[in-house]
């Protein structure tokens, strides 16, 4: 180069825009009354705009929280530049169930992106429905070179699901038990106004070309013990059986005509199904099933009452913003610092017995611990009571010997290293949310992958691309850490 050569010109940093392009919601009184879609897909210009509010931070944050190291950087990066059929290909890369995600997924990437400390952060997970509406979706994923070993995967729900496909790619042969008649797990009670079936079709008909088999309608514990797969064959075995079953209240009258779990109802709702509900509809919780619970019992009983009890305040609820925003717009009622004492009635509910609490000081987690005030009992008259306080595992048929972890979320987990339970071979894993079950089991795929390696004396590989032509899986320019939320 010349000596006096102009110095090349200093990039301009973007200026940083802090208002998000709008995301398009049907009116509240006109959603209400059926199960469309609340939340619209932007189009192809508002995703464009919205994506060149992305300053493409050099220390990627947004991709440090998302427990699937999503790399959504660059899926922006190439929304932005048009080109949507990159965008899909990166995000498929990196989420085989992208299509259920970018509608349901709770967006830890969102919270730490640095756009939210000017303003509103940039809408990563409808950037993510954007790439697949306009880019290629329907890629197939491509297995690399057979491994040779059979690898039983129980459960087919987000964490069964992104073990199945990670070890897919790899080349083992995956045969995936489930107990329900169809895959997809918890994600099967999401209501259909913010996902459905068929976005859990789409995800797994990707899986086509893999060597991934489903045998639906089979428990294990029960149907085939879990020492029985090691024994007819199969190398490793990865539980992800999650939480199936429904918690109760523990108090008197749970048994009466019109007290109703959430999951089932949830369940059938979503199944097509209609669930008989009374007009003073009252679902106790304060979690995300409880909001699905409210929502839903607006659209199944029209014109009904329906009143949320929950023991702690507001912004103690568990449940995710932009749910608690919806139940509000739709006009449930919220009822705060109450807790259920008694469901009473002669054989049907006629009324909720409540006591107030008072919130005291915070426990080792930082949540404020409700206290009860004496003598402040009510009844609350209702017909139906949804009862939204949890779930938890069903391990009937389950060996001691495997020396499972409850969470308190209640999904069973291995307490080895990477989920390793106490029978060699055997892991067992789970997790809060869609995304951070597929991350859990991200995490143990590596572990029993490299548990496998070793029986065929090679060395583990990382991830390939499970489009068979690009680099092996690996972490974005600029990474430096998981953040966990
Ligand atoms: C109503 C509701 C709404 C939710 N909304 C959201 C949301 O919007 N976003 C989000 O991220 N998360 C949401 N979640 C949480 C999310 O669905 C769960 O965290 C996630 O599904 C956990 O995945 P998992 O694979 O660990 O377990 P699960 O989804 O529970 O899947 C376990 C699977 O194993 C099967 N199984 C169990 N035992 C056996 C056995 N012995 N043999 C064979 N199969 C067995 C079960 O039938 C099931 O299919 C919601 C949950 C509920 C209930
Ligand atoms: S943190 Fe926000 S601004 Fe930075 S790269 Fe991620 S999405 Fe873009
Ligand atoms: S999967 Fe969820 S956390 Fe990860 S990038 Fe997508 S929206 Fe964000």
């Known amino acids: 180069m010349a000596a006096d050569a102009p110095a090349a010109p200093k990039p301009v940093p973007p200026k940083l825009n802090p208002v998000r392009v709008p995301i398009v919601e049907e009116a509240p009184d ?6 469309r879609t609340v939340l619209h897909a932007y189009s192809r210009e508002e995703a464009v705009l919205e994506a060149k509010r992305c300053i493409q931070c050099r220390r990627p944050w947004c991709v440090e929280a998302c427990p699937i190291t999503q790399d959504c950087r660059e899926y922006i990066r190439l929304i932005a530049a048009e080109d949507f059929d990159g965008a899909a290909r990166v995000t498929l890369r990196d989420d085989p169930l992208a299509s259920s995600l970018c509608k349901v997924c709770y967006r830890y990437c969102e919270e730490w992106c640095v756009v939210a400390k000017k303003g509103v952060p940039i809408a990563i997970r409808h950037l993510k429905r954007a790439a697949l509406e306009y880019g290629r979706s329907d890629l197939a994923y491509v297995a690399s070179a057979p491994k040779g070993q059979r690898v039983a995967v129980v459960g087919a729900g987000p964490a069964g699901l992104m073990a199945a496909w990670d070890l897919g790619v790899r080349g083992y042969s995956v ?8 895959v997809g797990g918890l994600m099967l009670t999401i209501p259909a106004y913010r996902m459905t079936e068929e976005d859990v079709r789409h995800d797994t008909a990707r899986f086509r070309d893999l060597d ?16 029985s797969l090691l024994a007819d064959g199969y190398a490793a075995v990865l539980l992800a059986v999650g939480t199936p079953a429904h ?3 523990g108090v008197p009258g749970e048994d009466l005509v019109g007290v109703v779990p959430a999951l089932g109802f949830l369940k059938a709702v979503h199944a097509g199904s209609t669930v008989p509900l009374g007009r003073e509809i009252l679902v106790v919780g304060g979690g995300d099933v409880a909001m699905d619970s409210v929502r839903t019992a ?10 949320l009890v929950y023991r702690r305040d507001r912004k103690e609820m568990p449940a995710d913003g932009e749910e608690v925003h919806g139940a509000e717009e739709e006009k449930v009622r919220f009822l705060f610092r109450k807790a259920p004492v008694e469901i ?11 006591r107030s609490v008072e919130l005291g000081p915070p426990d080792a987690g930082g949540r404020r611990q409700p206290v009860p005030v004496a003598g402040s009992e009510e009844t609350l008259p209702c017909d139906t009571v949804i009862v939204a306080v949890g779930q938890r595992s069903d391990l009937r048929g389950f060996p001691d ?3 499972l972890r409850i969470t308190p979320q209640g999904w069973p987990e291995g ?12 892991f067992a894993v789970g997790g809060k949310s869609v995304v951070y079950a597929m991350g859990a089991a991200m995490e143990t795929v590596g572990e029993l992958d490299a548990y496998l390696a070793a029986q065929r004396g090679t060395p583990p590989t990382p991830r390939p691309d499970p489009f068979g032509s690009g680099p092996a899986f690996h972490l974005p320019p600029g990474y430096t850490k998981p953040i966990r939320s």
């Open 30 to 35: 006109a959603r209400v009354h059926d199960f």
């Open 175 to 182: 045969t995936v038990f489930e107990t329900e008649p169809e």
């Open 212 to 227: 991934v088999t489903f045998v639906r309608g089979r428990r294990v514990g029960s149907d085939v013990p879990v020492r």
């Open 247 to 249: 918690r109760t209240l």
């Open 298 to 307: 607006l659209r199944q009983a029209p014109g009904a009452h329906v009143t």
């Open 344 to 354: 009473v009635g002669r054989g049907r509910v006629e009324g909720l017995v409540v």
């Open 401 to 403: 010997e495997l020396d």
């Open 415 to 426: 307490k080895g290293s990477a989920h390793a339970t106490a029978v060699p071979g055997v």
